[in-house]
C-alpha cells in the first residue's frame, strides 16, 4: 500500500519497530527514488511516536493521510491464553493503531490539513475464522473498526478555525498470503485449501491486491465516505 501512494506521487514515511528497514522496501526505496522514507519506531511508544510524526509533518508544514497497520499474531486456544500475551497483542493491535491515529491527527489539526485515516482492520474483526484459533487478533480487530468509527465522528466536523474535516475509515481485508500468515501454514496451525474454499474466489488474495484501496481510502476519490468499514475478503463473509 505504501508502494502504491509513492507511484501515485505521495511521499511516504513507513514506521516500523525494525531497526532497519526489511528487504522488499529497500528494493522498493531503489526503485522510487526517494518517494519512501524509514523510520526505526514502536508504535506503543507514545513519546517516541509524538516526536517521529511531529518531525515528518514538520518537513512539510502538512500531514494527509496515513495508513495504521501495527498487527501481531499468536494462536492459542482461548482457555490457554495468558494474560500478559494478551495484554502484548491488544498493546500493538488496538493501543498502537490508537496512539498512531491520535499523534497523525494532531498534525493535521495543527496544521488544517483535512486529512483521510486508514485503520486497518481484518474481516475477522467480524467473523470466526473456522478452525483458526486466534480469538485475541480477532478481537483486536473488531476493536480497531469501533475505533475508526468513534473517530470518524469525533473529528469529522470542520471547526470555525479551519481545523479539523479529517475522515477515519477503516480497511478489513480477506486472507492475505503473508510471511505471518505461511508461518502459520507450516506450522499447521490454519489450513490453506479450507482458507481457499471459504472464498468466493476460491484463492487467498495477496498484498499488491490492496494498493488501490489504500490509494482510494486516502485520495479526494472517497471525499464523502467517512466511519466506513470497507471490506475486501474474496466474499469469504458474504455466504
Not at 75 to 94: C, G, H, Q, R, S
Not at 169 to 190: K, Y
Amino acid at each position: 500500500m505504501a508502494e502504491g501512494l509513492a507511484e501515485a506521487g505521495g511521499k511516504v514515511h513507513c514506521l516500523d519497530r525494525l531497526p532497519e528497514p526489511p528487504q522488499p522496501l529497500v528494493d522498493a526505496q531503489s526503485r522510487l527514488k526517494g518517494q519512501l522514507e524509514y523510520h526505526s519506531v514502536d508504535v506503543t511508544d507514545d513519546k517516541a511516536m509524538r516526536k517521529c510524526i511531529e518531525g515528518i509533518a514538520a518537513e512539510r508544514k502538512r500531514l494527509d493521510g496515513l495508513i495504521a497497520a501495527a498487527a501481531i499474531q499468536q494462536v492459542t486456544p482461548a482457555i490457554e491464553f495468558k494474560k500478559e500475551d494478551i495484554a502484548k497483542m491488544l498493546e500493538v493491535n488496538y493501543t498502537g493503531v490508537f496512539i498512531t491515529a491520535r499523534e497523525c491527527a494532531r498534525q493535521m489539526l495543527e496544521y488544517k490539513i483535512q486529512g483521510s485515516i486508514c485503520l486497518i482492520a481484518s474481516m475477522s474483526g467480524t467473523i470466526a475464522n473456522r478452525g483458526f484459533l486466534a480469538p485475541v487478533y480477532n478481537s483486536s480487530k473488531a476493536a480497531v473498526v469501533q475505533l475508526a468509527r468513534n473517530l470518524a465522528m469525533e473529528w469529522g466536523k470542520k471547526n470555525p478555525d479551519g481545523s479539523g474535516g479529517i475522515r477515519v475509515n477503516s480497511l478489513s481485508p480477506g486472507h492475505i498470503v503473508t510471511p505471518m500468515v505461511q508461518a502459520n501454514f507450516d506450522a499447521g496451525e490454519a489450513n490453506r485449501e479450507e482458507w481457499e474454499n471459504n472464498s468466493m474466489l476460491g484463492r487467498l488474495s495477496t498484498p499488491e491486491e490492496y494498493k488501490a484501496a489504500g490509494l482510494f481510502m486516502l485520495s479526494k476519490a472517497s471525499s464523502y465516505m467517512t466511519g466506513h468499514d470497507l471490506r475486501m475478503d474474496g466474499g469469504t463473509t458474504a455466504w
